[in-house]
């Protein structure tokens, strides 16, 4: 796993507003996996909830994707 995204996923379940001030998007990340984090990050956002773990696990789960 690049070390690089992984900071930056790091960062953004930190402080969400990481995504906005950097202007974060999906293609940034070249592993998969990550890919697939921070696209769960940006569901739950979208539904107007907290990014936490409970919040992200849900996703995860509706999505069919607790492998991540």
């Known amino acids: 796993?690049?070390?690089?995204?992984?900071?930056?996923?790091?960062?953004?379940?930190?402080?969400?507003?990481?995504?906005?001030?950097?202007?974060?998007?999906?293609?940034?990340?070249?592993?998969?996996?990550?890919?697939g984090v921070f696209d769960a990050i940006m569901a739950t956002r979208a539904k107007d909830i907290a990014i936490d773990a409970v919040s992200l696990g849900d996703t995860f789960r509706e999505k069919g994707r607790l492998d991540l």
């Open 1 to 35: 796993m690049p070390n690089h995204e992984t900071a930056l996923l790091e960062a953004i379940l930190h402080d969400p507003i990481v995504i906005d001030r950097y202007n974060v998007i999906s293609q940034m990340f070249t592993d998969p996996s990550l890919r």
